[in-house]
């Protein structure tokens, strides 16, 4: 969700300069609504099984194929449809590409990589735009009608992977004290992570949860909200697509490159040598010190900096 996310902003920037380029965009069906509604892009086409969308893809001709991702998987579909292929120096089987875009500074945040992906295409845009997701009418006329009008947060504690995931009951801790601020609090989560959001749901008094959104709900009930706490994750970026203030608990992952992009953020780190990691385990510790590390207080401070909260008397 998040990388399709991020793909807005330079995707908007292109869009902007060049308005007669039709853009179509190659996605995992599950995440073909980040673009849904959105008018930057002409066409969605959704992956689902590989010999489908390959058959798919052999009937289609491009002015250009760009590769994002680099991965083998992608490299094929770039290969069965029909135009030049991009992609960059760093690549895999990078003598199949007829272009190839120099590799991106290691520490410069994903939209801005791919922004000087595009620069060096022939964008001539300076500086990429915050991301983009349009309103979803309904979902949020359901969303405002189950909050009327109250004041709400939305704390979303899952994540992929343990070294992203902060502890259940600090995210409870952080609940608890917006409570007190006359606050309600929502809680979400994906696929999986039903059993870990209730965890915090449970210590959390009279605090709602919401279970099996589909992306758009997510957004319009994100979008209404307050603020958004939540760990690196896709829902994040959603935050930022939206325009919600964030607050986002960050353990393993390069929040130099990863961080909340347009919009006014507090990313909660403390400094590792060992970081960034690949995340899947800690490689130095039994568990994953960095996310362990982060407190409730840290994470209070930056809710009160964002939502100008006041200490409880």
Same mark, same amino acid.
């Given at each position: 969700?998040?990388?399709?996310?991020?793909?807005?902003?330079?995707?908007?920037?292109?869009?902007?300069?060049?308005?007669?380029?039709?853009?179509?965009?190659?996605?995992?069906?599950?995440?073909?609504?980040?673009?849904?509604?959105?008018?930057?892009?002409?066409?969605?086409?959704? =992956? !689902?099984?590989?010999?489908?969308?390959?058959?798919? +893809?052999?009937?289609?001709?491009?002015? /250009? $194929?760009?590769?994002?991702? &680099?991965?083998?998987?992608?490299?094929?579909?770039?290969?069965?449809?029909?135009?030049?292929?991009?992609?960059?120096?760093?690549?895999?089987?990078?003598?199949?590409?007829?272009?190839?875009?120099?590799?991106?500074?290691?520490?410069?945040?994903?939209?801005?990589?791919?922004?000087?992906?595009?620069?060096?295409?022939?964008?001539?845009?300076?500086?990429?735009?915050?991301?983009?997701?349009?309103?979803?009418?309904?979902?949020?006329?359901?969303?405002?009608?189950?909050?009327?009008?109250?004041?709400?947060?939305?704390?979303?504690?899952?994540?992929?992977?343990?070294?992203?995931?902060?502890?259940? =009951? !600090?995210?409870?801790?952080?609940?608890?004290?917006? +409570?007190?601020?006359?606050?309600?609090? /929502? $809680?979400?989560?994906?696929? &999986?992570?039903?059993?870990?959001?209730?965890?915090?749901?449970?210590?959390?008094?009279?605090?709602?949860?919401?279970?099996?959104?589909?992306?758009?709900?997510?957004?319009?009930?994100?979008?209404?909200?307050?603020?958004?706490?939540?760990?690196?994750?896709?829902?994040?970026?959603?935050?930022?697509?939206?325009?919600?203030?964030?607050?986002?608990?960050?353990?393993?992952?390069?929040?130099?490159?990863?961080?909340?992009?347009?919009?006014?953020?507090?990313?909660?780190?403390?400094?590792?040598?060992?970081?960034?990691?690949?995340?899947?385990?800690?490689?130095?510790?039994?568990?994953?010190?960095?996310?362990?590390?982060?407190?409730?207080?840290?994470?209070?401070?930056?809710?009160?900096?964002?939502?100008?909260?006041?200490?409880?008397?």
């Amino acid at each position: 969700m998040g990388d399709c996310l991020l793909l807005t902003s330079p995707v908007r920037a292109l869009k902007e300069e060049f308005p007669q380029f039709r853009i179509s965009v190659l996605v995992e069906d599950r995440f073909a609504p980040c673009f849904e509604g959105n008018p930057d892009f002409h066409q969605i086409l959704r =992956a !689902r099984s590989k010999s489908s969308t390959g058959s798919h +893809l052999f009937t289609r001709h491009f002015n /250009a $194929i760009i590769n994002l991702h &680099g991965g083998p998987t992608s490299l094929a579909y770039s290969c069965a449809a029909w135009g030049r292929r991009i992609g960059a120096n760093q690549y895999r089987y990078a003598k199949l590409y007829n272009g190839l875009v120099p590799a991106p500074d290691p520490v410069a945040h994903t939209v801005e990589s791919t922004f000087e992906m595009f620069r060096w295409l022939g964008l001539r845009a300076e500086k990429p735009p915050s991301l983009r997701y349009e309103v979803h009418a309904e979902s949020s006329r359901r969303m405002q009608e189950r909050f009327k009008g109250r004041p709400y947060v939305v704390i979303h504690p899952g994540a992929a992977m343990a070294t992203k995931r902060w502890d259940a =009951a !600090r995210f409870a801790a952080v609940g608890r004290t917006l +409570l007190e601020q006359q606050m309600t609090v /929502a $809680i979400t989560c994906g696929p &999986g992570e039903e059993a870990y959001a209730g965890q915090v749901a449970q210590e959390i008094p009279k605090s709602t949860i919401m279970l099996g959104l589909s992306i758009p709900e997510l957004a319009e009930l994100i979008r209404g909200a307050r603020l958004y706490i939540g760990n690196d994750s896709g829902p994040m970026h959603l935050a930022a697509a939206v325009g919600t203030p964030t607050v986002a608990v960050w353990g393993s992952s390069d929040s130099r490159r990863w961080h909340p992009w347009g919009v006014d953020h507090r990313v909660i780190q403390n400094p590792f040598e060992c970081n960034p990691c690949p995340g899947y385990r800690c490689l130095v510790a039994e568990s994953p010190l960095c996310i362990e590390s982060v407190t409730i207080d840290q994470v209070n401070e930056a809710v009160n900096q964002l939502i100008g909260v006041k200490e409880p008397c």
